[in-house]
């Protein structure tokens, strides 16, 4: 005979098992590695949570890992309140995707990618990469969050998989600024490109990928062009630094949020073609008379540039001037989303 106490509890199992299988449908079983757990680190995590990966953790220093689940789990429930939480998971649930580990055979084992985010010290990262060659298995892809090193710098002398090492650059902060510029190094298979390309749509960011490594990527190239112009007419003494900084913040960058510089071209005339015939010669004649490169080093001129910069906001406001960012981007991603 069977008793009813027994049926209840193959029911309770059965139910116990759909809730289980239907988060488990939202999770997803493929493991993401993060190596580092600072600021960058952490930003990735949350990402890769949103869509319910399996995320892992890891840092050198243990107290940076449980450091870390704290914040993340803190900052998950204000995502939530302010309305800006990624994806369809709760917070709770976002959570519950990740996990640490101090031991970075049990991170790469089974990973399907993995994020470095420790310092941005070659060295480090060199010996990192060294160690990496001999521990992950021949599909898992390496991707660094390396600012200003071509992958080249790190990969070149690993003994194997170095094919499967490129560069995912983010801005900071990653949860707000969806670009993510992915950047091969010579020896890079192309498919590990797509993949971390798809994967990147995949948590929500937006991904651009370099033919080829270049110093800057794109992103600095055309940043650093700005801050040379931007040195230069402060130094000639042509506009404040208040100004000039006010020429992106109430003009240019207006546009930016929305429009690129070539977009912007192509809707100024009658298509690009037709801004460039027109206006071509112009921009040619007036690059022409650009300085020489700058050297921002300690001097007068910096000086200046920071005297007028604490003017502005000074030091000790710092921690609210990024509040103050991070809110309006928030504001500026939930206008494009929908705008989109
Ligand atoms: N902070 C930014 O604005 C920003 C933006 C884009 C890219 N990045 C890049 O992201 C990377 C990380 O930057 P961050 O600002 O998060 O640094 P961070 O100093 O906040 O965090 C780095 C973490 O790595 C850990 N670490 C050091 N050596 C390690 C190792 N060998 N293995 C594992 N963990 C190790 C440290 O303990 C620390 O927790 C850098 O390459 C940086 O260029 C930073
Ligand atoms: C400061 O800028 C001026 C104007 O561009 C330049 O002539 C001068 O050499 C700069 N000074 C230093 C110390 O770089």
Not at 93 to 110: A, H, P, R
Not at 191 to 201: F, Q
Not at 213 to 227: C, H, K, P, S, V
Not at 250 to 259: F, I, K, M, P
């Amino acid at each position: 005979m069977i008793s009813k106490k027994f049926i209840c509890s193959i029911a309770a199992s059965l139910l116990a098992t759909r809730t289980h299988l239907r988060s488990m449908h939202k999770m997803k079983n493929e493991k993401i590695g993060i190596i580092g757990s600072g600021l960058i680190g952490r930003a990735w995590s949350m990402l890769f949570a949103s869509v319910g990966y399996k995320v892992v953790l890891y840092d050198i220093l243990p107290e940076q890992t449980s450091n870390a689940l704290k914040e993340i789990e803190k900052e998950l429930h204000a995502l939530q309140a302010k309305g800006a939480l990624r994806g369809t998971l709760s917070p709770a649930e976002q959570f519950s995707c990740i996990s640490v580990t101090t031991d970075i055979g049990e991170l790469v084992s089974n990973a399907i990618y993995l994020q470095e985010c420790i310092p941005e010290r070659l060295e480090w990262k060199r010996t990192l990469y060294t160690e990496l060659a001999d521990i992950v298995c021949s599909e898992t892809i390496m991707a660094s969050s390396t600012s200003t090193y071509m992958p080249s710098l790190f990969s070149e002398q690993m003994k194997q998989h170095r094919e499967n090492v490129v560069v995912a650059h983010p801005l900071n902060p990653p949860y707000y600024i969806p670009l993510v510029e992915i950047v091969p190094a010579p020896w890079t298979k192309a498919d590990v490109v797509t993949r971390t390309r798809e994967l990147m749509l995949e948590i929500g960011q937006k991904p651009v990928t370099l033919t080829r490594q270049i110093e800057g990527f794109a992103t600095n190239r055309i940043q650093y062009a700005i801050l040379n112009e931007v040195w230069r007419l402060v130094a000639d003494g042509v506009v404040s630094v208040a100004d000039v900084d006010r020429v992106m913040t109430e003009g240019l960058g207006l546009r930016y949020a929305l429009l690129g510089p070539l977009e912007t071209a192509h809707l100024n005339a009658d298509g690009v073609a037709d801004y460039f015939q027109r206006f071509g010669a112009e921009v040619y004649a007036v690059s022409q008379t650009y300085g020489p490169t700058p050297k921002m080093e300690a001097g007068g001129n910096l000086s200046k540039i920071a005297a007028e910069c604490e003017e502005m906001v000074p030091r000790a406001q710092l921690p609210a001037r990024r509040a103050q960012r991070d809110l309006f981007l928030r504001e500026l991603c939930a206008l494009k989303k929908q705008l989109e």
